[in-house]
């Protein structure tokens, strides 16, 4: 299913890559730009590729998101917390670690018995 959307998301951002490039350039950025010698002019063409790449833009964002989705389906999810090496670590130590022993009170000083 992941390669099948992959190949999806591939085919819709080459369309719209395409579709963004024959649009006509409103800025006249860089000295490019529409001039009347255009290949696309007039408005219906306009209509056409702005809806398409708004269309193309949707899908892009759809895709995206179930290429992030899909293959997580059924996986456990875990803290990122609780699966990293270090919290491993932590646990290991905890078990490792030797329970306190009870400290032994120190014993009465013994005192050399009294000559009467």
Known sequence: MTTV???????ISVAL????????????????????GSMMSGRGAADVLTRSTSILGALFFTTSILLTVVPNIGK??????????????????????PE??????PAAPKTAPEEE
């Open 5 to 11: 959307l992959l190949t999806i998301h591939f085919l």
């Open 17 to 36: 890559v395409a579709t963004v490039l024959l649009q006509r350039s409103e800025g006249g950025a860089l000295g490019m730009g529409g001039g009347p």
């Open 76 to 97: 456990q999810s875990d803290s990122v917390v609780i699966g990293a090496p270090v919290a491993e670590g932590i646990k290991a130590l905890d078990k490792a670690a």
């Open 100 to 105: 306190k022993e009870a400290v032994p009170e």
